[in-house]
Structures are given as structure tokens and as C-alpha cells.
């Protein structure tokens, strides 16, 4: 094990000297605004021979030269400011999908309340499949770390570049985003001269005000970007302590704690991709170690075993914060409500803006019982989607179902699903696109040709 990890620091390292100089030309080749000198480096860099690293100096290249210019949808309301000095660098979860994401970094956050924010919540987009996003200018200050301290200074927002990587603080990220997110902070830590211990995750920097767990300021207020292993993306070990804790100017988070802090070997920044990450709670896994401060608010959305919907604002009125059933979802960022709520009791999800099959399905969403009907006529099962952000909205989706049966003129749906044909349980695809439940048929006689059912896995499926 030793010996090997060392080989990838080592290989890393050296990666990182053989394009140090060269990435700060290609920064200037397609950011630079003296178009002239742009020009002469831009072909200077294509004559540059790539080097035989996983990732060379023409990978570097290409990422630059495709990053897309998302700058043009940046809510005009927002003030761009020159950041005076840039120290970190920190890393995001958006937890939302793609387009949401794309949406509330550059055009705000808009609350139920009627309140909003002006966007440009963040420097850089992440997507799974590994796309990048310029949302804003690097050498502004992008709005997005909050209630921030590291080193004793505060308004982190002020002395660093945001990243969003599009997922969930509780679900794995892609390689994809992790080789291009690796290229990026190459970049930056070049263009800006910062360490690799500069590089921070949001639950790393973000503190919060007192509250009836901790009597001081205290940190755990973000689970933002937890999962990010910093290995994965090129980076050797970051900060071994938290320096505001230690000294005393915030309370420890004991979850947090543990999870950046706690001494391991020799990769101790290594956080396991996957183990017990959940946004489900459990007798382990409270609103807090979920939501941090978060797990009271408006935009924290906790969807109940039976589909019941409330948010962080509700719970203590309804059903009490001791009394959430284990495998209640914990879905963050849902800032106002606008997705077609359907029948909350209903199996057949949907898939919006705001919730991804991840949201719906959490780890399951890659089963094979886990069911999709694209809005194409499609059908395919979990096994068969690479990342829950490739799916298109308006997508259904049915969790811990097997099937199709088909209905044919031997087998009816009594046939097939006995008693329970008319439940709400059991699900329909009706050609050449319908999903319905088994309560909102009323003629079973005319079903179209090649209509199939669905049954829920716990079901008795006859022979
Ligand atoms: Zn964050």
C-alpha cells in the first residue's frame, strides 16, 4: 500500500512542475486581454510538445479552451468586485442538479419568502460529466462562502475563488469532474501562487452562530463538499488541525472534526468515496451530521418513507425532530418551491429542475429497480443511466420495482398482479408514453397494445 501511494505524490508532484510555467502561458492564451500578446502565446502554446504525464500539457489546453462562458447569465444586479488578495481556493457541493445549479450560482437564490439574492454565487461549475463553467470573472469576488473563518480571518468570500462541483455532500463525485477540477486548481494555484493547503472545502471554512448545541461560535454549519478527496484531485495532504478551533476562536464540530481532522496514515486527507456518506436519516446519521445549520431551514426539504414532503421550518410543529422516521431524505437547497408536486404517496417520481434521480433515489438511483420512463417513450433501468445528471426532465421514475410484465391477451393485469392490479402500488407503462398507477386506471379492457406493468419488490410476482 505505502509504496504506491508515495508513487502517486511523487508522479503528482512532478506533474505539477512540468506544466507549472507552461499553464500560466495558456491562462494568459484564452483570458488575456491584450489580444496581441494572446495571440503569440496562443501559438506558441500548440507548438509545445505534450509531455507523457496522465495529464499533459494539451489536456490543460483543451480544458482551457473549453471552458464554457456562462458569464453572459450573471444577474445584472450583481456588483463585481476585484478581490485584493486571493489566499484559498474552496471547493462546493451545489447539491442540485446541472441546470439548477447553472441557474442559482449565476442568477441567485430566490426564497419563498419573496427574498433573493443577485446571483454570482460562485467563480466556477464543475458538471458530472466533467464540463466547466466560467460563471464569473476568477479575479472577482464571488459570493459563496458566507458565514466564513479560516486562519482567524473571516468573510472568506473576500480572499477566494468558488468552485461548485454539481452533486451531494452525500453521494460520490465522478472522475470526470475530479480530473477536470484537478486541471482547474492546477491553473489557479499557478495564476494566484497557493499551496495545495490552500485548497479548502466549504464545511471546512464555514462557522456558525450559537445555538442550543454549541454556546459559541462554533463550525459545522456546512457539510459543503465533505466528500471532496483531495487525492483524487491531484492534492497532497491539506490542513492536519482546524487553526480557528485550536485556537480557540470556534467550537469544534465533532462530525467535522472527525472526518478532516482525525489522525490517519499517510493519506489522512483520503475521505472515503463511499461508507456511511447518506443523506437518509438514522439512528447515526441525525439532521445535524446531514444538514449542519441547515437542518432547520426553509430551503431543507425532508421527504418522509411515505412520500410526505416537509421542510426544515416544519418539522418541529409536525413531527418533531426525535420522531423523523429513519429513511427520511435530507435534500438541501430547495429554495422555493416551484416543481409539480404530484401525489406524495404516489411511487412514480418525477424528475425536475431541482430533483435529480439522486434526490428521488439517493444510492439506489443505479439499481436495476429502479425504473425510467423518458419523456422520449423510453424505458430503461438504473444499471443502464452512467450519472443521474444525464437524465432529461420530465423523466419518471420508480424505485424497488421489477418488471415489465406484459399484458397480453392471455395474461391480464389480474393475471399478472392478482388482487393488487388496481393498488396504487403497481405501476403501468402505457404505450406509447403513460406511467399511471394501478388506482387511476378505470378501464382495464381497453389498455394499448403492449402495455406492461411494473410490481413493487416486495410483492409475490405468480409464476
Ligand atoms: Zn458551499
Known sequence: MFIPLLNVHWYTDIMKRQVRTKVIHTENCFSGSALVFGLVFFMAC????????????????????????????????????????????????????????????????????????????????????????RILDKQFRADHAGLSMWQGRQDISSVSIGIELVGYHSAPLTDQQYRSVAMLIDILQNVYSLDDKAVLTHSQVAFGRPNPWFPKNHRGRKRCAKNFD???????????????????????????????????????????????????????????????????????????????????????????????????????????????????????????????AWSHAGPAYGFDSTIYFLPSGRVYTGSFISDWDDLPQNTRLIVGYQGPFFITGEKTAYGIAGQKFKDRATVYFLPPGHVKTGDKITDFSSLPRGSRIYLPLDNLVPG
Open 230 to 356: 483531495r487525492s483524487r484531485a491531484g492534492l497532497g495532504p491539506g490542513f492536519a488541525f482546524d487553526p480557528d478551533v485550536r485556537a480557540e476562536r470556534l467550537l469544534s464540530d465533532p462530525y467535522l472534526a472527525d472526518l478532516f481532522y482525525s489522525p490517519k496514515p499517510a493519506v489522512a486527507a483520503r475521505v472515503p468515496a463511499t461508507g456511511p456518506v447518506s443523506n437518509l436519516i438514522s439512528r447515526k446519521n441525525s439532521a445535524w451530521a446531514i444538514a449542519g445549520e441547515d437542518y432547520s431551514s426553509k430551503s431543507t426539504v425532508y421527504i418522509l418513507p411515505n412520500g410526505r414532503k416537509l421542510t426544515g421550518d416544519q418539522i418541529d410543529d409536525t413531527v418533531g425532530w426525535h420522531l423523523l422516521p429513519v429513511n427520511t431524505r435530507v435534500l438541501l437547497n430547495q429554495e422555493t418551491q416551484t416543481e409539480k408536486i404530484l401525489d406524495p404517496g404516489s411511487p412514480v417520481k418525477i424528475i425536475t429542475d431541482r430533483m435529480t
Open 46 to 133: 500548440f507548438f509545445v510538445p505534450a509531455t507523457g504525464s496522465a495529464i499533459n500539457r494539451t489536456d490543460y489546453q483543451r480544458f482551457q479552451a473549453e471552458i464554457i462562458d456562462h458569464r453572459h447569465r450573471l444577474n445584472r444586479a450583481f456588483k463585481k468586485i476585484r478581490r485584493a488578495e486571493t489566499r484559498y481556493i474552496i471547493v462546493h457541493t451545489s447539491e442540485l442538479g446541472l441546470s439548477a445549479t447553472l441557474r442559482v450560482v449565476s442568477e441567485g437564490k430566490r426564497f419563498s419568502s419573496g427574498h433573493s439574492t443577485p446571483g454570482g454565487h460562485a467563480n466556477y461549475v464543475v458538471a458530472r460529466n466533467g464540463d466547466t463553467y
